[in-house]
């Protein structure tokens, strides 16, 4: 059983930072999660993909976060972070890691960890 377990959610200001943390666990020793990365659901709206990251750290970031979010992760620690920087209220919302591995392949998700930005 595999589990991905978010930290460093909360509040900020507008223009500020946050820094997420994912961290997979369980019975990773035949797991290998090839792609790791957040996505976003804000009230009302659909969840979407923030950013992702290979294990080779190829990377791609949804157009309303590039040059504000970096994603890195640390294929040793089996954890994927985010770096948020100017941050804006329209930030907010709950953020989902997700991986990718396996065999067998398949989806895994976080439980979410709330952002919420201040104007």
């Known amino acids: 059983q595999v589990q991905l377990v978010e930290s460093g959610g909360g509040l900020a200001q507008a223009g500020g930072s946050l820094t997420l943390s994912c961290a997979a666990s369980?019975?990773?020793?035949?797991?290998?999660?090839?792609?790791m990365g957040w996505y976003r659901q804000a009230p009302g709206k659909q969840r979407e993909l923030v950013a992702r990251?290979?294990?080779?750290?190829?990377?791609n970031y949804a157009d309303f976060v590039k040059g504000r979010f970096t994603i890195s992760r640390d294929n040793a620690k089996n954890t994927v972070y985010l770096q948020m920087s100017s941050l804006k209220p329209e930030d907010t919302a709950v953020y989902y890691c997700?991986?990718?591995?396996?065999?067998?392949?398949?989806?895994?998700w976080g439980q979410g960890t709330q952002v919420t930005v201040s104007s």
């Open positions: 990251i290979t294990r080779g750290g190829s990377t």
């Open positions: 369980g019975s990773m020793l035949r797991i290998r999660m090839d792609v």
């Open positions: 997700n991986a990718f591995g396996g065999p067998p392949g398949r989806d895994y």
